[in-house]
T-cell receptor
Framework: AQSVTQPDIHITVSEGASLELRCNYS??????LFWYVQSPGQGLQLLLK??????LVQGIKGFEAEFKRSQSSFNLRKPSVHWSDAAEYFC??????????FGAGTILRVKS | DGGITQSPKYLFRKEGQNVTLSCEQN?????MYWYRQDPGQGLRLIYY???????QKGDIAEGYSVSREKKESFPLTVTSAQKNPTAFYLC????????????????FGPGTRLTVT
């Protein structure tokens, strides 16, 4: 069965510093991969997605992610973090039956 | 504007009462989903529906029920059999197919926080 692991429960970075959030997935074929962001008490917003093609995908709000098949990873990156990026981030993989399997999430804190 | 609405945003109930959470979408999506979110546990799938008048249990369906009588609507009932109903509930929808390919991309509503005391 498909699964997603986000190894970091919390991450704290300084404003202006670079960011990388880790995501590892388990899936036999070429996966459909997603990153979502959630502000406290809100729904999830799609940041970016990977289906096929270029392994480096660009998303909204200056985020990008790189698909690495050999490492079963889909890490999210941003070169310079803003205080407004503080939120919870979820990685997800497409699963049989048109479903998504989500990781447990990583809470990002930004310090000024 | 197209999107998903969930109402109410906050809901309070006494233990032993059934409660129904509303989810409506005007995106013309075929598939709809209900998730439960608890701190540190990510999103867990309760029920999903790929088409009107059909739905399937997700990973944690016990104590919940749904209906899908209209394409736009997918209400969730939290019954008194649900042992720990206090949580944040999220509804989502998906187009199922995009340009002939399965579309896993889901769009989310703002959520309903249910508190049962």
């Amino acid at each position: 069965a498909q699964s997603v692991t986000q190894p970091d429960i919390h991450i704290t970075v300084s404003e202006g510093a670079s960011l990388e959030l880790r995501c590892n997935y388990s899936y036999g074929a070429t996966p459909y991969l997603f990153w979502y962001v959630q502000s406290p008490g809100q729904g999830l917003q799609l940041l970016l997605k990977y289906f096929s093609g270029d392994t480096l995908v660009q998303g909204i709000k200056g985020f990008e992610a790189e698909f690495k098949r050999s490492q079963s990873s889909f890490n999210l990156r941003k070169p310079s973090v803003h205080w407004s990026d503080a939120a919870e981030y979820f990685c997800a993989v497409g699963a049989y039956g048109n479903k998504l399997v989500f990781g447990a999430g990583t809470i990002l804190r930004v310090k000024s | 504007d197209g999107g998903i609405t969930q109402s109410p945003k906050y809901l309070f109930r006494k233990e032993g009462q059934n409660v129904t959470l509303s989810c409506e979408q005007n995106l013309n999506h075929d598939a709809m989903y209900w998730y439960r979110q608890d701190p540190g546990q990510g999103l867990r799938l309760i029920y999903y529906s790929q088409i009107v008048n059909d739905f399937q249990k997700g990973d944690i369906a016990e104590g919940y029920s749904v209906s899908r009588e209209k394409k736009e609507s997918f209400p969730l009932t939290v019954t008194s059999a649900q042992k720990n109903p206090t949580a944040f509930y999220l509804c989502a929808s998906s187009s199922s197919l995009t340009r002939g390919r399965i579309s896993y991309e889901q769009y989310f509503g703002p959520g309903t926080r249910l508190t049962v005391t």
